[in-house]
């Protein structure tokens, strides 16, 4: 077989790795060389020692002729693997990556199956936004996968472009448990050990996996008299029981508001897990979101992030970017739900909310583009706002009636896709009949900030 040229100097890609520019904000990370449609994976872990046994099974379809297949995996070792159920005996680690070498190169078109041994002590993915992945608690695990931390516990192509299905079996310390995305599927139980099994049938990118394990109770929100509404679990510990049901007593409401404003809860569940140690900032996974004890009161700054983790289960988890440059398209989104279920609350206006964000900015320096605001700002608080406000003017334009119908039938026609901000503006052209690129480029992807849109 041949193998691809040597890459050249200041690539990132690994031998045998087609050409093509990686995600410029997660350089070396994800290929376009294949795409896993299903992952598999049974986690044998032991709280105490912080060890990790693993096994992935990644159902993958080429996509470019390659030598090898490269994965994202950090910080664990890889001991055995078979392909299409043959073993596997030239595979390496260099960094951050994996490479399988076949017996054949791979071909467009073929279909792989990559059964993955592996294990060590899992630690979080230190860089630029801090630190991501797999991270002990005081008495648990917790995974903040976003942007790229979900190779510090699986072996994965980890780009949120590359979306799949998954089965996560998670075997862990009795006593404890563990809450994984998608439906648990069943629980074994030993004198010593369980098994928790979760299908997420629906398309999932790779950073959006989690495993939370602590001693959780579940607790079911009442959701009576709510139309349309899906079951709302609390994963908490038994302590802070009482506290997480009086914080999050207005998530059903929430999530009817946001079920009128933007279509049908794109998922079948939604859980909502409490850690006992104090978070800097909630997370989100797909069909799932995680506080800590310090964002479970009832005053506007906790009820805020509430409303802004539910809402990525349509903008980030449903509809996710296919590239990092339009994390607007998540946050400015997520920001905006926060200002309608403010007006929805009968706390403050929409209108009110777009005023107090375009002062803040107004005082702040003008040296970002939000439409491709660079890996160092992707998370920068002008993103969330200004994004939102890109929203406001677009509503402001063409009325309430046709906004909403936007975003309705954007959440629609990209349901568990990949989105672009070129595709959203498409469809604003589409659906509400304006110039909506001339109308948003001042706001995405110029530094000065335009005026207050106001009716």
């Not at 809450?179 to 629906?202: D, F, H, M, P």
């Not at 349901?415 to 001339?438: K, L, N, P, W, Y």
Request: proline share 7%; glycine share 8%.
């Amino acid at each position: 077989m041949s193998f691809a040229a040597p890459a050249s100097p200041g690539d990132t890609r690994m031998p045998g790795e087609p050409s093509g520019p990686p995600d410029p904000y997660v350089p070396g990370h994800g290929t376009n060389a294949y795409r896993v449609t299903r992952y598999e994976l049974d986690l044998d872990y032991k709280l105490a020692s912080n060890r990790l046994n693993g096994r992935a099974v990644l159902h993958a379809e080429v996509e470019r002729p390659a030598s090898a297949v490269v994965l994202d995996l950090t910080g664990l070792r890889a001991v055995k693997i078979s392909l299409n159920g043959r073993r596997v005996r030239r595979f390496s680690q260099r960094a951050e990556q994996l490479v399988v070498v076949p017996d054949a190169a791979l071909l467009p078109g073929d279909r792989f199956e990559l059964d993955i041994r592996y294990e060590g002590n899992p630690s979080p993915r230190r860089g630029l936004w801090g630190e991501v992945g797999w991270e002990e608690l005081t008495d648990g695990v917790l995974v903040a996968g976003q942007p790229n931390g979900a190779a510090s516990w699986f072996p994965c192509n980890d780009h949120p472009q590359h979306k799949a299905s998954y089965r996560i079996a998670v075997t862990t310390d009795a006593n404890y448990r563990a809450v994984c995305n998608g439906l648990l599927i069943s629980r074994k139980t030993g004198s010593s050990r369980e098994t928790w099994t979760y299908e997420q049938a629906e398309p999932m990118a790779t950073y959006l996996a989690t495993v939370q394990i602590g001693r959780y109770d579940v607790l079911t929100l009442d959701t009576t008299g709510i139309p349309g509404s899906i079951p709302q679990h609390i994963a908490v510990p038994a302590n802070l029981a009482d506290e997480a049901r009086r914080g999050l007593a207005r998530q059903p409401e929430m999530m009817q508001t946001f079920v009128k404003s933007f279509g049908p809860y794109p998922f079948q569940e939604y859980t909502v897990v409490v850690a006992e140690d104090e978070l800097e900032i909630p997370l989100e996974a797909q069909t799932l979101s995680i506080f800590g004890p310090n964002h479970l009161d009832t005053g506007w700054e906790s009820q805020r992030l509430i409303a802004h983790e539910l809402s990525h289960q349509w903008f980030g988890n449903s509809l996710t970017v296919a590239a990092w440059s339009d994390i607007w398209l998540h946050e400015g989104f997520a920001c905006y739900a926060e200002w309608i279920w403010s007006e929805a609350a009968g706390v403050m206006s929409v209108a009110d909310r777009a005023a107090a964000a375009w002062r803040k900015l107004a005082a702040l320096r003008k040296d970002i583009v939000v439409g491709d605001p660079g890996p160092e700002l992707m998370f920068d608080d002008r993103v969330y706002k200004r994004g939102a406000l890109a929203l406001h003017a677009l509503r402001i334009r063409c009325g309430d009636l046709a906004f909403f119908a936007l975003l309705h039938d954007w959440a629609a026609s990209n349901h568990h896709g990949s989105v672009s901000t070129a595709a959203f503006i498409q469809t604003a052209d589409r659906v509400a009949g304006i110039d909506s690129e001339a109308l948003l480029h001042p706001w995405l992807f110029e530094e000065a900030l335009p005026a207050l849109p106001v009716r």
